[in-house]
């Protein structure tokens, strides 16, 4: 088998002000260079899981610098149900931190797509504990003196609230089927940013224990291996879609070489 594949295998918030410090020089790590100028919207792909999401914006909000991270991070925080602080979001392999930062300044462009990783935070409220219940003295079936006195005076009719602000208009957000080129590059993002991180790890600190590191070891190559399933189940009809199944294939080789090298004796 390991033969087989070389190796076991939003607008909601203010405009923001692009200034010259921000602008960026270089290409493009995702997007389209030159967007048609006539095109309908600007928009973001967002992969989460085994789903991808096409996020809409108005027509120039992601190239004039309107769109932030953090906008996009709010979007995902609506479709994972997750705290913000626990949307990592990443794009081309690089981890999008500064939520006041536009995407057109980090070389986003429309049409871009944006890796999306949402951890569920662990509940821990004490078992049995209760939450605290406030009780109106109106509402109490036995209220004390001091309550009925209360309860005799005259209510002061409460002051009218300010008309509530109008929502602003979501993006539109579309489910949408993955070509075979995208499910190769989801697979890939999904290595750079899930993986990646803790080979280096292994690779830079190897436990000392030997039976430790080679659980790890184990557990890492199987991740690994579990990958190229995913690419080994792409249509590949297309010559470039070929090409890049098999690039990927051999970066993930190179890693996994890199991996059995740590258990080889020096």
Known sequence: MRRFFGRPQGLSEEAYIVTEREVHKGPLISGVENPDPDRSDDYVMVKHGTKEYMVSYPVGAITSG??????????CVGL???EPERVSLSCGGKILREDAAPLSSLGIGHAARILCVASKATS?????SE?????????????????KKRSKKKTRPASPLPPSPAPSPQPEIKKLLLTPFQQ?????EGIIANLHPLV?????????????RADAHRSLTETMMGELLKLDSVETGEPEVRARRKEVVKQIQATLDSLDAILKPT
Do not use: C, M, Y
């Open 66 to 75: 309107i769109v932030t991270v953090g906008a996009v991070r709010d979007q």
């Open 80 to 82: 994972t149900g997750v």
């Open 124 to 128: 821990t409220s004490p078992t049995g």
């Open 131 to 147: 939450p605290a219940v406030i009780v109106d003295s109106l509402d109490s079936a036995t209220p004390s003196k001091s309550k």
């Open 184 to 188: 190769i590059e989801a697979v890939w």
């Open 200 to 212: 280096n790890d292994f690779l830079q600190n190897p436990p000392a224990d030997a039976d430790k």
